[in-house]
């Protein structure tokens, strides 16, 4: 009696392990190229920058299907040119590489240099260009002092804001609809230095830039609404939080083993 008790309690516990560890085994539909790749053989030569402008989980064909929508920023005798593309499949491990990244360029070919590391739109090639624009003193703002970093004086009731003087609308149009302060541009060349995407400050989770950023949330409610909503995202990230987990007990259990393997005489 009391082996069968321990067989059915073993029995038990390991049909809980299996479900707890299991992992999703729905493939993903896979590209042969990602469309970034194909834009940026296709503008060869010019200057351009690829915004992400929506992102998208679905199933096809009992497959799961990432995809992209792109904004393309053109530059043409000093105006700005753009292209906004239809939904373009992606690859999955490039999907979840810019899930951050929403809003943001994720390639950028200015003068001559190529960059796939994310950031801001215009940083680098816009924002700090004299060619578009100049340095302006300002007062303050609530939201700018709030957002100030640590090494920034407080006490100051000015700070530098980028002001553009290009003559085209669509420019100023992509380059001013958000204030960008000289302290963020520093922010983003430091990180541009070290090969790293600059988000700008973060404060209980949310950024100033990119998928995080309250901006956004704002702008872009039906994505948000999306991802909230729809079942295959919903699928998509418990499977996700599976894999991670047992991941995570995978590496625990490996470094346990080689702790107590010691070194045999």
């Given amino acids: ?32 190229i990602e469309p970034s790749e194909e834009i940026i053989q296709q503008l060869k030569g010019q200057d351009f920058s690829v915004v992400l402008n929506d992102m998208n989980i679905s199933e096809k064909d009992n497959k799961r299907l ?13 105006s700005l040119v753009v292209d906004s593309l239809s939904w373009k499949p992606v690859n999955q491990a490039f999907f979840e590489k810019h899930q951050g990244d929403l809003g943001m360029e994720i390639v950028s070919n200015h003068n001559g240099k190529l960059s796939k590391v994310a950031r801001p739109i215009g940083f680098e090639w816009a924002i700090g260009n004299p060619k578009y624009g100049e340095w302006e003193e300002v007062s303050k703002t609530q939201d700018s002092t709030s957002t100030a970093s640590t090494t920034t004086n407080t006490n100051n009731r000015s700070e530098r804001r980028w002001r553009s003087h290009t003559p085209s609308f669509i420019f100023w149009y992509w380059m001013m609809r958000r204030p960008t302060y000289q302290r963020d541009y520093a922010g983003y060349r430091t990180a541009s230095a070290a090969g790293r995407s600059y988000y700008g400050s973060q404060t209980n989770g949310t950024s100033k830039y990119g ?7 704002a702008k872009r409610p039906s994505f948000f609404n999306r991802r909230r909503s729809s079942n295959s995202w919903k699928s998509y990230t418990t499977s996700s939080k ?4 047992s991941s995570s007990r995978y590496k625990s259990s490996s470094s346990t083993r080689s702790r107590s393997g010691g070194s045999g005489k």
């Fill in 1 to 32: 009696m009391k082996s069968t008790f321990y067989y059915a309690l073993i029995l038990l516990f390991s049909t809980l392990i299996i479900s707890c560890g299991q992992v999703d085994t729905l493939e993903s539909i896979k590209v042969p």
């Fill in 66 to 78: 990432f995809e992209h929508k792109y904004h393309i920023l053109k530059v043409v005798k000093d």
């Fill in 211 to 217: 998928t995080n950023s309250t901006y956004q949330k």
């Fill in 242 to 245: 599976k894999t991670s987990r």
